[in-house]
């Protein structure tokens, strides 16, 4: 019933794909828990509570959890649905291929700037040097693009589902805009829930 009127569905019809920045990412982790573990566990004591709605999560989405996680995970088990995307028989745009081509070269060029840009610095320390040289360039090149397998797993999910994507990857809601996927962050999720 609340997750009823937090969605806005009704009772069997809400599908949502979990993306592991629910859990990974701080801003979102702190609704459930300060750790990985904790917001999983406290994730799933609300999900267990929702009916007529299901949960899915990617196997690589699992496995990247498990990564991230400082003890082991509980049991998905009848709250969340583990499923993996058809990914032989699905089809996207070539537009969006030939955008993401572009956007590529782009962050590439982007990256190179970079570099150059601290190759020539010979004032600053090495390791400071080095990490500042880590973070633009990341900022570059993955910041605000779909960057990882697990991302276009949830994507294409989501796609071949109807589903809505519960995330808060940059990335991956520009990616889900580009095909029509509908997504939701957990900000929004957490504060219908403390309305309902």
Do not use: W
């Amino acid at each position: 019933m609340v997750f009823r009127r937090i969605f806005g569905g009704k009772a069997g019809s809400s599908a949502y794909v979990l993306d592991t920045s629910l859990f990974v990412n701080p801003d979102a982790r702190k609704y459930f828990g300060h750790t990985v573990h904790d917001a999983v566990v406290n994730f799933l004591a609300v999900a267990a509570k929702a009916k007529g709605i299901k949960f899915y999560m990617t196997p690589s989405v699992v496995k990247e959890l498990k990564y991230f996680a400082e003890k082991e995970l509980p049991s998905f088990k009848n709250i969340i649905t583990i499923k993996a995307p058809s990914l032989y028989e699905l089809k996207i745009p070539a537009i969006i291929m030939y955008k993401f081509i572009d956007e590529l070269r782009s962050r590439v060029n982007a990256g190179l700037r970079v570099s150059e840009k601290f190759v020539r610095d010979e004032k600053t320390p090495l390791e400071e040097k080095l990490h500042k040289l880590r973070v633009q360039y990341k900022e570059s090149l993955r910041e605000g693009i779909l960057d990882s397998e697990e991302d276009f797993e949830v994507l294409m999910l989501a796609k071949e589902m109807a589903a809505t994507i519960m995330t808060m990857d940059q990335g991956l809601v520009k990616a889900a805009e580009e095909l029509g996927v509908k997504c939701v962050s957990i900000d929004a999720f957490y504060d219908h829930m403390k309305e309902a």
